[in-house]
């Protein structure tokens, strides 16, 4: 059963930070490029950063970069990948829901490119 969950969203204060967590289950994760994104509602989902299988490399949406970062550790043992967002220098504008997604492929910035899907964690910065 393949199971992306992610958690650590929460309020905050703008210029706070925040950690967010996926662990993504039920397939060779380890091998998949692991991309975050968010949503507003009524607003398209917005890409904000991606990591590649072994962790080595990493991209950023031009919003987030410099505040961002993407790390994973993967656990070849048990085919799963721990993902992690850590956000600094919250702003309210990265107020969102935050899903996590994996690709069987070469990173991408576009959602359709990701198979699998996590639910989704609630972020919201106050000003």
């Known amino acids: 059963q393949v199971q992306l969950v992610e958690s650590g969203g929460g309020l905050v204060q703008a210029g706070g930070s925040l950690r967010l967590s996926c662990v993504a289950s039920?397939?060779?994760?380890?091998?998949?490029?692991m991309g975050w994104f968010r949503q507003d509602p009524g607003k398209e989902r917005e890409f904000v950063g991606v990591?590649?299988?072994?962790?080595?490399?990493?991209?950023?949406?031009?919003s987030v970069k410099g505040r961002f970062t993407i790390s994973r550790v993967n656990d070849n043992a048990k085919n799963t990948a721990t993902v992690f967002l850590q956000m600094n220098s919250l702003k309210p504008e990265d107020t969102a829901s935050y899903y996590c997604?994996?690709?069987?492929?070469?990173?991408?910035?576009?959602?359709?490119?990701?198979?699998?899907w996590g639910q989704g964690t609630q972020v919201t910065v106050s000003s």
């Open positions: 997604a994996a690709r069987n492929g070469f990173y991408s910035s576009s959602y359709s490119a990701y198979s699998y």
């Open positions: 039920g397939r060779s994760f380890s091998s998949y490029s």
């Open positions: 990591i590649s299988r072994t962790g080595g490399s990493t991209y950023y949406a031009d």
